[in-house]
Nanobody, 119 residues
Framework: QVQLVESGGGLVQPGGSLRLSCAPS????????MGWYRQAPGKQRELVAR???????NYADSVKGRFTISRDNAKNTVYLQMNSLKPEDTAVYYC?????????????WGQGTQVTVSS
């Protein structure tokens, strides 16, 4: 069974940087749009950034200029480079991707990785 596996979360001071990574485990045919979402305590899950197969991107206004989403299609991996982190960026970050497997096309979520920005 395919799962999205995230890594790179942790504790960082305000102004610091972190890089998140996500890739599927298991056998897949192809991976399409990929993205990152986040959910802070007491808040709804929100889009952080998405990237298409061709490299087109969109970002939440709150992270524009600070976060960069990218992907390595050869490795089926999506990255989120987070710079100038603020306490309000503290949340569980979830990877999301549209994937085609031998069971067909569907949307997948990762298990989430905690990012905490605090001094």
């Amino acid at each position: 069974q395919v799962q999205l596996v995230e890594s790179g979360g942790g504790l960082v001071q305000p102004g610091g940087s972190l890089r998140l990574s996500c890739a599927p485990s298991g056998s897949i045919f192809s991976i399409h749009d990929m993205g990152w979402y986040r959910q802070a305590p007491g808040k709804q899950r929100e889009l952080v950034a998405r990237i298409t197969t061709g490299g087109g991107t969109n970002y939440a206004d709150s992270v524009k200029g600070r976060f960069t989403i990218s992907r390595d299609n050869a490795k089926n991996t999506v990255y989120l480079q987070m710079n100038s982190l603020k306490p309000e960026d503290t949340a569980v970050y979830y990877c999301n991707a549209d994937i085609t497997t031998n069971w067909g096309f569907r949307n997948y979520w990762g298990q989430g990785t905690q990012v905490t920005v605090s001094s």
